[in-house]
Structures are given as C-alpha cells and as structure tokens.
C-alpha cells in the first residue's frame, strides 16, 4: 500500500509542477511525452505490479528534471505567453447552441405523439384526400420544421405548440377562447389538441387547393399551412398557371414574407423557397425516425390516458 500511495504523490506532484515549469523560458522537458508518461506509469501499476519498480525510477528522474527547471525560472516571465503556449490552457471548442434531429421533449414521448399523428391522421384522411398513412408523414413533417417535437415550443411571434399556431389561427381551430361568457383557455401547449388541430387545418387546405383547382399534395398543404389560404393559394395557383413572375403582392402580403425568411425575395423564390424546406426536412425525417406508425390501418394500441382538455370535435 505504501509503494501504491508514493507512486500516485508523486505523479500528482508532478501535474502540480507542470503549470509552475512552464513558465521557465529555460524549460526543456517535453509536456506531451510528460502527461504520457506519468500517464503509463499509472495504467503500469494498476495493471502489472512487477513493473512497478520501473515506474518509480522514471518518474524520480522526471521529478530531478522538473526540480533543475523550476530552479532556472525567472519571476518575470510574460503570462499572456505561457497561457498561449501551454496546452493545459488551451480554450475548449464551444458546442453549437442549436440542436440537430428531434427535440428531447418528441424523443420522450415519441410513442404517445405517434399515436396523436395516427389518429388524426386516421380520422381526417377522407376529407384531406390523401391515404392515412401520407397524411401521418405530412403532419410528422411539419411537426419537425415547425417545432422539432418541442410540444412547449414558442416563436418570437408567440406562435406555439407542436405545430405552432398563431392565437387568431388558435382561435379558429377552437385551440384558443379568449369569449368574456365563457372559461378562457388556450390548449396549443396540449400536443394532442395542437396535433388534431393541424390535421384539421390540413383538411380545410385540403378544400381551399380543391376549390382553385391546385393539386392536394404535401408540399402545397404545407405551403398553405405556413401562409395561410388566401395568400398560400395565391402564390400555388400563380406557380401552377406560370404567371407567379408577374403575381403583384400588397404590403402585407410583403410584411408576411419579410416574417418567415423572405426579405427581398419574389413571389416566385418565396413559394420555392418554402416547397423546398418541405421536401428537404421530409428527407430528413426519414433519416432520422424511420415512421414507426404500424397501427394506422391495424390494431388500435390501448392503455393511453383520456384527454384532458376540452373535446375540440
């Protein structure tokens, strides 16, 4: 025990008299093969005893070596330069604030918001016109652009929820009542009332591109979901007629481009601008979680909570 106890003071002798080295100009011993060999002097203890011996003589001649150099150090030596040139000082490389793939809030709840998707993906395929099983992939879709699973996320235009809804769009899609006559609520926190909603939101583009003769697919749901019918329709129907190049816009209709990425875009770059989001994060959603949703024509998984907000159909 005692050979043990000697070795690892003085290894720790030596870490301390490191920092205290370095500040000699006159310091000749090499930190890297240093830190590596006191490293091996460890792992050759723990692992062989018989190599313990050794161990002892070369860290006693590091020791003799590091007792000469702090010796020849002088007390003006520029501390701007040792921290510059010694690796122990080195800054950390800073981890990227911003987060790739699905947010921990989806990974942790990944089955139950599946089971929200599949419902109402099931309930509202018919009126959406597409199988429920694209309907499904659509809303996990915008769901990962929108929110990347945060059900608590909020945008800086207090857009909120899975899907982020606006409070007026909040409104509509009953999510949000604000009527002094009856009990004010705002469920777009509630992943299950914000997922019903967006799938009912779809089924209303649905009927919107219908009516102006525009393909129901997933990137032009989407693109009415992200504008809005009146202006999503708008900027659709002029791509799908070839005369978006000269589609004159007003200044709202500018003021929501400016809010979602499109200063000084044209009408024509906005749209594809945003078709392409789509396509690219439906890419990458497939990379990233496979759709697990087996149940959308099969069996109903049980054993899930009742909702416990108010019944939005």
């Known amino acids: 025990m005692k050979k043990e106890q000697s070795l690892h003071e003085k290894i720790v002798n030596i870490i301390n008299a490191i920092s205290l080295a370095l500040a000699s100009e006159s310091l000749s011993v090499d930190l890297s093969k240093a830190r590596h060999s006191s490293q091996h002097d460890v792992n050759s203890h723990v692992s062989i005893k018989k190599n313990e011996s050794g161990a002892n003589k070369r860290v006693d001649s590091f020791m003799k070596a590091l007792k000469g150099a702090k010796a020849s150090s002088h007390a003006n030596v520029n501390s701007s330069e040792v ?51 694209e309907v499904a992939k659509t809303l996990k879709t915008m769901m990962y652009i929108e929110s990347k699973g945060d059900a608590n996320a909020v945008s800086r235009t207090d857009c909120r929820g899975l899907f982020q809804f606006a409070k007026k769009t909040g409104r509509s899609m009953k999510l949000v009542n604000q009527d002094a006559d009856l009990k004010p609520f705002d469920n777009r926190f509630d ?40 202006l999503g329709g708008k900027l659709l129907k002029a791509k799908m007629d070839n005369t978006i190049s000269d589609l004159a816009i007003n200044d709202r209709e500018r003021k929501s481009f400016d809010l979602n990425g499109g200063k000084d875009k044209s009408p024509e770059q906005f749209v594809d601008m945003w078709i392409e989001k789509y396509k690219v994060n439906d890419d990458k959603v497939d990379e990233l979680d496979k759709p697990s949703i087996e149940y959308l024509e099969g069996p109903r998984i049980l054993g899930f909570d009742k909702p416990r907000y108010e019944n939005l159909s």
């Not at 921990?104 to 089955?111: F, R, S, T, W």
């Not at 109402?120 to 099983?133: D, R, T």
């Not at 525009?214 to 504008?227: A, K, S, W």
């Open 191 to 230: 992943p299950q009332a914000n997922t019903d909603a967006a799938a009912r939101l779809l089924a209303d583009s649905a009927k919107q591109l219908k009516r102006k003769n525009i393909p129901v697919t997933p990137t032009n749901l989407y693109v009415i979901h992200q504008q809005g019918a009146p």
């Open 83 to 133: 921290i510059k040139e010694c690796p122990l000082r080195k800054k950390k490389k800073s981890l990227s604030l911003k987060k790739k793939g699905w947010h921990e809030n989806y990974l942790d709840n990944k089955q139950l918001y599946e089971k929200y998707i599949a419902d109402a993906a099931n309930k509202y395929s018919k009126e959406i016109g597409l199988p429920p099983m």
